[in-house]
């Protein structure tokens, strides 16, 4: 069974990636994200977290369609 959390108030003013990093340090596998963007997806796969439910979004990181998900992100 995978640990994770969902995002608290407080990771906004500290940031995803911070966030992500404290996660990271203190024992949990997952989390879920805001809206997805590659570079989550990038910060979440160096730190070893799992991807848990994610926000809806048209950037198509998400996309069956493989230059779609190779765009980049207009973020």
């Not at 995002?7 to 995803?16: H, K, M, Q, R, T």
Request: glycine fraction near 10%; aromatic fraction near 6%.
């Amino acid at each position: 069974m995978l640990i994770g959390t969902r995002l608290p108030g407080f990771a906004n003013e500290i940031g995803f990636d911070a966030y992500a990093q404290w996660l990271a340090e203190n024992g949990f596998d997952a989390v879920d994200t805001p809206v997805l963007t590659g570079d989550i997806a990038k910060t979440c796969a160096h730190l070893g977290l799992t991807l848990g439910t994610c926000d809806i979004s048209n950037s198509g990181v998400l996309s069956a369609d493989t230059s779609t998900r190779k765009r980049p992100s207009r973020e």
